[in-house]
């Protein structure tokens, strides 16, 4: 890359790196880190929920002490509980969390569900909290995105404006090493309660400067507005059968993540393309058709898209492309300009 030349977005599995090489250093020792539990995870998330850490710590100690699990809990008294949650406010969720308890030992045998469904149906336990309790209690891959970690994604990825926030999180989830859900929860978290804060991020000590969108925006946000650069480019949706092909993007747009292979629009037949993506990604073309063009505004360009339906069959498997089932496609985290050419090539079946 030349002096000034833009990196574009970091790469999931260098931002994982840069983020578990900070955690192994900045890592917040915590009582509710000392032992891990669904429970232990519930009791401090619903403290949390109102209440800054250093506040909420004497207060989680005590009551770990005096309602050590779950079955502990459901069985007292609320005064027990509430004189427990005295001076710590908001007592309705010291209501809430006795009821859940309640509910699980009547419902679940005492056990916490590992479902995120059920979980948000017990009292108190919003989306944020049933994440926490899957990716942090359960160690599950699951991504808990409270204020901390909603704002470290924005920056470092732009998302919420070019790229959705849920996507950012699933990619990460997808990248990281199996096993490290909970690590990646509470790095991020601790993250943005230590470096990126919402008030003068530590920009300088930050691992992510080179490639965080709100450092490269910053001041100059509304002149790359009006100076976004007009990008053509011609997307294949390959289909054999049910699948489609997905491969891991090139150059300067999504350089890394996965999506639909594409190449710059030169004007001329795309015959010579296809034909080269079939041998390097083991699939045979029969045919192509026109499908329209789709658009889409990043914050450096604004990308329109002319779409080929490539119809083949698979020829082998190779381990830079990936073939997908259509119905299974909305899982995957697509950069929204490709969701928009597969909602072209199968209106009504696929939603972006
Ligand atoms: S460079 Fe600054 S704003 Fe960007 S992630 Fe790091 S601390 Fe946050």
Same mark, same amino acid.
């Given at each position: /890359?030349?002096?000034?030349e833009?990196p574009g977005?970091?790469?999931?599995? !260098?931002f994982?790196?840069?983020l578990f090489?900070?955690?192994?250093?900045?890592?917040?020792d915590l009582?509710?880190?000392?032992?891990?539990?669904p429970? &232990?995870?519930?009791?401090?998330?619903? /403290?949390l929920?109102?209440t800054q850490?250093?506040?909420?710590?004497?207060?989680?100690?005590r009551?770990l =002490?005096?309602f050590?699990?779950v #079955?502990?809990l459901?069985s007292?008294?609320r005064?027990?509980?509430l004189?427990?949650?005295?001076?710590? *406010?908001?007592?309705?969720?010291?209501?809430?969390?006795?009821?859940a308890?309640?509910r699980i030992?009547? &419902?679940?045998? *005492?056990? @916490?569900?590992a479902?995120f469904?059920?979980l948000r149906?017990?009292?108190? @336990?919003?989306p944020? @909290?049933?994440?926490?309790i899957?990716? @942090? *209690?359960y160690?599950?891959?699951?991504?808990?995105?409270?204020?901390?970690?909603r704002?470290v994604?924005s920056?470092v990825?732009?998302a919420?404006? %070019?790229?959705n926030? &849920?996507?950012?999180?699933?990619?990460?989830?997808?990248?990281?090493?199996?096993?490290k859900?909970r690590?990646?929860?509470?790095?991020? /978290?601790?993250?943005?309660a230590?470096?990126?804060? #919402?008030?003068k991020?530590?920009?300088?000590?930050?691992?992510f $400067?080179g490639?965080?969108?709100?450092?490269k925006?910053a001041?100059? !946000?509304s002149r790359? $507005?009006?100076?976004?650069?007009?990008?053509?480019i011609?997307?294949?949706v390959c289909c054999?059968?049910e699948?489609?092909?997905?491969?891991? #993007? =090139?150059g300067?747009?999504?350089?890394?993540?996965w999506?639909?292979?594409? &190449?710059?629009? %030169?004007g !001329?037949?795309?015959r010579?393309?296809?034909d080269?993506l079939g041998? $390097?990604?083991?699939?045979?073309?029969?045919?192509?058709q026109?499908?329209?063009?789709v658009?889409?505004?990043?914050? $450096?360009?604004r990308? +329109?898209a002319?779409?080929l +339906?490539?119809?083949g069959?698979?020829?082998?498997?190779?381990? !830079?492309?990936?073939?997908?089932?259509?119905?299974?496609?909305p899982?995957y985290p697509?950069?929204?300009l490709?969701?928009?050419?597969l909602a072209?090539?199968?209106?009504?079946?696929?939603?972006p």
């Amino acid at each position: /890359m030349s002096p000034g030349e833009d990196p574009g977005l970091m790469p999931p599995e !260098e931002f994982l790196e840069c983020l578990f090489q900070w955690f192994a250093h900045n890592r917040r020792d915590l009582p509710w880190r000392v032992e891990y539990s669904p429970y &232990r995870v519930l009791v401090a998330e619903v /403290m949390l929920a109102q209440t800054q850490v250093p506040r909420v710590i004497p207060y989680y100690c005590r009551f770990l =002490e005096r309602f050590p699990d779950v #079955s502990t809990l459901a069985s007292a008294l609320r005064e027990e509980v509430l004189l427990a949650w005295e001076g710590l *406010g908001y007592y309705r969720r010291a209501h809430h969390l006795h009821e859940a308890a309640q509910r699980i030992v009547e &419902r679940f045998q *005492g056990c @916490i569900p590992a479902d995120f469904e059920t979980l948000r149906r017990l009292p108190g @336990i919003g989306p944020y @909290i049933a994440s926490a309790i899957l990716g @942090i *209690g359960y160690n599950l891959p699951v991504l808990a995105i409270d204020t901390n970690v909603r704002r470290v994604l924005s920056r470092v990825f732009g998302a919420g404006e %070019d790229v959705n926030l &849920r996507e950012i999180g699933n990619l990460l989830i997808s990248h990281m090493p199996s096993g490290k859900a909970r690590h990646l929860n509470e790095a991020l /978290m601790d993250f943005g309660a230590l470096v990126c804060l #919402s008030q003068k991020p530590r920009c300088s000590l930050c691992p992510f $400067r080179g490639f965080c969108t709100f450092v490269k925006d910053a001041g100059r !946000e509304s002149r790359i $507005r009006q100076q976004r650069t007009l990008l053509e480019i011609c997307v294949a949706v390959c289909c054999a059968g049910e699948e489609v092909l997905l491969t891991r #993007s =090139e150059g300067k747009l999504f350089p890394g993540l996965w999506g639909l292979p594409f &190449r710059e629009q %030169d004007g !001329e037949d795309p015959r010579a393309w296809i034909d080269a993506l079939g041998e $390097r990604y083991g699939f045979l073309p029969l045919g192509f058709q026109e499908c329209g063009v789709v658009a889409h505004a990043y914050t $450096r360009y604004r990308v +329109r898209a002319r779409v080929l +339906r490539v119809s083949g069959k698979r020829t082998g498997m190779l381990s !830079e492309a990936a073939w997908v089932a259509f119905r299974e496609l909305p899982r995957y985290p697509l950069p929204s300009l490709f969701r928009k050419a597969l909602a072209l090539v199968r209106p009504g079946e696929y939603r972006p």
